[in-house]
């Protein structure tokens, strides 16, 4: 069926009809998405039944805005206490909270927002315009090009490691070594699992996110008495100035949504790859093709903007090998599968012809959701911001209880609530000795990836590494991560004669 103008009016009409679910679907997934240990696929599970009383539309619907919302809410804690609400925000730490310390938690929350939201509604749009040709380029990025993609998180160890080398290096290394604990890809052989049945899957996320960020944050916060010092000046209210500021800075670097969104829409594409994988390389695609890369991490806007337009990029690029070829691309996607199929939907490329109304309105109704996050949540960063000025004597109780209670959350296991406080402790001496609770995270989560896909490459060209280098694809992606190394070292060489120039 060709796509027309009239068909999307009516999709926008059908969709525009659905507000009544979209509005509370975005507000509750705000809600869980800054809870860190919440999720959307967990909160997917528990209201399972309610979606299956529904019609397959509005179902797909409210999962669908309730999804998107997660990831846009998972950055508020991010920037206001450097505690992410999901993986995918844990970049937003790096220059979030640096913004919250300097007084400008406000701004940073602005510039958080519309980063995602209109990163998410560009990425809906190019995905509803380009859906039949973005459903092959799952099937073109196969173990050599994730390989990769892999490395090109992981790089961001090295930029970080650019404050203090060796340290940062360590942590990286750590949380690598921490990534490889469970069971290996080819033998099922169980590694560093100490006899615990719990980490046979390997180190779970939630509670090493929870410890790392969340708990350890809540014990560095006991030390001090306000998140934000005020040196005895009454603290003011928050003015509507202060967030014009947040609009005109997004205004400003608006490219950077732009095509860091694009990076989380082909990472999306990709299944297993998710939003924790997209933010990072983002992050830093956007540090080193930056002009100030020494800004970045010490409360540098765009340092906020690249995370979050990518993680908010993922929502639709999840979704196009679900609907185009019956693969989900994430575990919330599994969850709308589950959904899917209950009604008696058939997906695939049939969806299309048989069902467009479904297939297209889908990303319409995504497009809408993040219009509706872009009208409410903005204006409430004035009153958000406000949090940091709770005294921590209140803030830390509340904290500990709701992440020890998303710890045992993701998979009902009490063992996970006392690895986020291990997890915690670690991150504590880490934070007290100045390494980096970043670079350990990861480690953590791209370690086993990088691993899984370079192994079964290894395994595909019988030994042989040039099987990294056998891709015309993959080589293109070599040159772009060869080209991201360089650019910087090139600038600074460039810089330092320009120095010498001056100074003769």
């Known amino acids: 069926m060709g796509w027309d103008t009239a068909l999307f009016v009516g999709l926008l009409g059908h969709s525009l009809g659905l507000l009544w679910i979209i509005v509370p679907a975005v507000l509750l997934g705000i809600v869980v998405g800054a809870i860190?240990?919440?999720?959307?696929q967990n909160t997917l599970i528990i209201l399972l039944p309610v979606t299956l009383t529904m019609d397959v539309d509005t179902a797909l619907t409210f999962m669908v805005a309730l999804y998107c919302a997660t990831h846009l809410g998972s950055g508020i804690p991010a920037i206001l206490v450097n505690m992410p609400g999901t993986g995918g925000a844990a970049a937003t730490c790096l220059?979030?909270?640096?913004?919250?310390q300097k007084g400008k938690a406000q701004q940073a929350l602005v510039v958080c927002f519309i980063a995602s939201t209109v990163g998410g509604l560009i990425t809906s749009m190019a995905t509803l315009a380009l859906l039949p040709h973005l459903a092959q380029m799952g099937l073109y990025l196969r173990s050599v090009e994730m390989v990769v993609i892999m490395l090109f998180g992981l790089v961001l160890i090295a930029a970080i490691a650019a404050k203090d080398l060796l340290k940062a290096l360590i942590a990286g290394f750590f949380g690598l070594l921490i990534g490889v604990i469970g069971t290996d890809h080819i033998y099922a052989t169980p590694r560093a699992t100490f006899g615990f049945l719990e980490l046979y899957d390997g180190v779970p996320l939630i509670p090493a996110l929870i410890g790392l960020f969340a708990i350890?944050?809540?014990?560095m916060m006991v030390e001090e008495k306000m998140l934000v010092r005020t040196d005895g000046k009454p603290s003011r209210a928050a003015q509507w100035k202060e967030t014009i500021?947040?609009?005109?800075l997004s205004i400003k670097h608006w490219w950077q949504i732009v095509w860091t969104a694009f990076i989380g829409?082909?990472?999306?594409?990709?299944?297993?790859?998710?939003?924790?994988?997209?933010?990072?390389v983002a992050y830093q695609q956007s540090r080193m093709f930056s002009k100030t890369p020494e800004l970045y991490g010490t409360g540098h806007p765009q340092g906020v903007i690249a995370p979050e337009a990518a993680n908010n990029g993922v929502t639709s690029g999840t979704l196009v090998p679900l609907m185009a070829i019956g693969v989900p691309g994430g575990s919330t996607a599994a969850v709308m599968m589950v959904v899917l199929q209950y009604h008696g939907v058939v997906l695939g490329p049939r969806l299309f012809t048989d069902q467009p109304l479904l297939a297209y309105g889908i990303f319409v109704s995504m497009c809408v959701s993040y219009l509706v996050m872009l009208l409410t949540?903005?204006?409430?960063?004035?009153?958000?911001?406000?949090?940091?000025?709770?005294?921590t004597q209140y803030l830390v109780p509340s904290i500990l209880s709701l992440t020890i209670i998303g710890a045992f959350a993701n998979r009902g296991y009490a063992f996970d609530m006392a690895l986020a406080i291990v997890f915690g402790v670690i991150g504590f001496i880490a934070r007290k000795t100045n390494y980096h609770v970043t670079a350990i995270l990861i480690g953590i989560i791209l370690g086993p990836l990088f691993e899984q896909y370079f192994v079964r490459s290894l395994r595909i060209g019988q030994g042989d590494l040039m099987i990294l280098f056998s891709s015309t694809l993959g080589n293109v992606l070599w040159a772009f991560l060869a080209l991201s190394l360089l650019l910087p070292w090139l600038r600074t060489r460039q810089q330092r004669r320009a120095t010498a120039k001056e100074a003769n």
């Open 36 to 40: 860190p240990g919440f999720s959307a």
């Open 377 to 391: 949540i903005v204006p409430l960063a004035r009153y958000m911001s406000q949090v940091v000025l709770i005294p």
């Open 265 to 280: 829409l082909f990472i999306g594409i990709i299944p297993g790859a998710g939003a924790s994988i997209a933010s990072f």
């Open 245 to 248: 500021e947040g609009v005109q």
């Open 95 to 100: 220059d979030g909270y640096p913004m919250t």
């Open 216 to 219: 350890s944050e809540a014990l």
